[in-house]
């Protein structure tokens, strides 16, 4: 039998906020927890039989109305389970974003190309943005589930926030400067200098003050409005 995943854990920590069925955690997993672990969604009905096989979760049939439905329920197996997997190490971030890598690969293509690969980059991050206020709002206004965990859920909206505000200014920084690159893409003196000065800045950047990309001689991006709902400082 198919031994418990991070996913498997995932989905056992949901349940120990509550019974639910399959249906209700695929809404929790949508909600906020595929945002940092993805791999969940596509296996969120799977893995509730699978932890009720390993004794984690208890399994019982219920009807709303004529159809039937299938309520899990954390065990005390499971919880003690759920305290050893939380204690333990987690490995550290992986990022996979096919749109940088195509900008990793942009030289065989056109300086469009590229352009329109960082425009969807800064599109992808100010989505993430429009849902963070939306979650904001909710955890501001007591309108989301599980306001026990408030703390913990203003933990990870913060790192989420913060990372895709920087992917966002990143992005509007790069569009910046590659408008100046020549057509073709070809390194010049003029670019190869001015990413050896981009290299040189983070290397005189004090820890503590990183964030927005180092300074070059790029012109100043257009001036963007602030966000709202309260944006951590850098």
Same mark, same amino acid.
């Given at each position: ?5 991070? !996913? ?14 399959? *249906?209700?955690? #695929? ?20 893995? /509730?039989?699978?932890?009720?096989? &390993? ?5 019982? /049939?219920? @009807? ?8 899990? !329920? +954390? ?21 996979? *974003? ?13 300086? $469009?190309?590229?352009?329109? &690969?960082?425009?969807? +980059?800064?599109? &992808?991050? $100010?989505? &993430?943005? #429009? ?48 408008? +100046? ?11 190869? #200098? ?34 709202? @709902? ?5």
């Amino acid at each position: 039998m198919k031994e418990p995943t991070s !996913t498997s854990y995932a989905v056992l920590g949901l349940l120990a906020a509550g019974p639910r069925t399959a *249906y209700g955690l #695929a809404r929790q997993v949508a909600r906020g927890l595929r945002f940092v672990w993805p791999r969940a969604e596509g296996r969120i009905y799977d893995e /509730p039989r699978l932890l009720a096989a &390993h004794g984690l979760a208890a399994a019982r /049939p219920e @009807h709303t109305g004529r159809r039937p439905r299938t309520v899990y !329920t +954390i065990t005390p197996q499971g919880r003690r389970a759920l305290r050893r997997w939380v204690a333990e190490p987690g490995a550290g971030p992986v990022l996979e *974003y096919e749109a940088l890598l195509k900008v990793a690969f942009a030289g065989h293509g056109t300086k $469009a190309d590229l352009l329109g &690969h960082l425009t969807a +980059i800064g599109g &992808h991050a $100010a989505a &993430h943005l #429009a849902t963070g206020r939306t979650r904001a709002d909710e955890y501001a206004n007591a309108l989301v589930p599980l306001p026990e965990h408030l703390a913990i859920n203003a933990l990870m909206w913060n790192f989420l926030w913060q990372f895709y505000s920087t992917v966002e200014d990143w992005a509007s920084w790069a569009i910046t400067e590659v408008t +100046i690159w020549p057509d073709d893409l070809r390194p010049t003196a003029e670019t190869d #200098a001015r990413a050896a000065d981009l290299f040189r800045a983070a290397l005189r950047t004090p820890r503590g003050q990183r964030g927005s990309p180092p300074t070059m001689t790029a012109p100043s991006p257009p001036a963007r409005p602030s966000r709202q @709902h309260g944006r951590p400082a850098r």
